[in-house]
């Protein structure tokens, strides 16, 4: 499937990086792709690759909140909320790569709640963040909206 990726994809500003070890989880890929973005990366985007409704201007809004705020707290995890559910895709700043590489669990929701102190919670406009698609009910549901 990756080559399928790749081929759609040529020619775009985008880096491919494979993670090997996808069958450890969910974790191995965000540490895989981590460690491929550049040391100099303020931010570290998490996304899920099963979100197809997050818009351009979903990501703005979590980018520009993270930009508002980097100068005075550099310590920071951008959590988009809708309606009071939090939601993906979050945003940590760089203090937190070393944190990311090293964790264990599966995904970045132990780190969000250990770190209540850097979380800023970005109320959203729409649900996007709050949707994905994870059964073959999901997808077939997507594919009739």
């Given amino acids: 499937e990756a080559e399928k990726i790749e081929d759609v994809l040529q020619g ?6 494979e993670n090997l070890r996808y069958m450890e989880g969910m974790t191995s890929s965000i540490q895989t792709g981590i460690q491929a973005a550049s040391a100099e990366s303020e931010g570290l985007l998490i996304c899920l ?4 409704f997050i818009e351009t201007s979903d990501f703005n809004r979590l980018i520009h909140e993270f930009t508002d705020l980097f100068d005075s707290e ?18 940590f700043s760089s203090q937190f790569r070393d944190i990311i590489l090293q964790h264990k669990g599966e995904g970045c929701r132990d780190i969000v709640l250990k770190h209540p102190e850097c979380v800023r919670e970005v109320e ?22």
């Avoid at 775009?12 to 990086?17: A, I, L, Y």
């Fill in 49 to 52: 690759a099963d979100q197809p």
């Fill in 74 to 91: 550099s310590s920071l995890i951008i959590v988009p909320v809708f309606k009071g559910q939090r939601g993906n895709p979050v945003l």
């Fill in 12 to 17: 775009q500003p985008v880096r491919f990086v």
């Fill in 124 to 145: 959203m406009g729409n649900d996007n963040v709050l949707q994905d698609v994870d059964t073959l009910e999901d997808y077939k549901m997507f594919c009739t909206d």
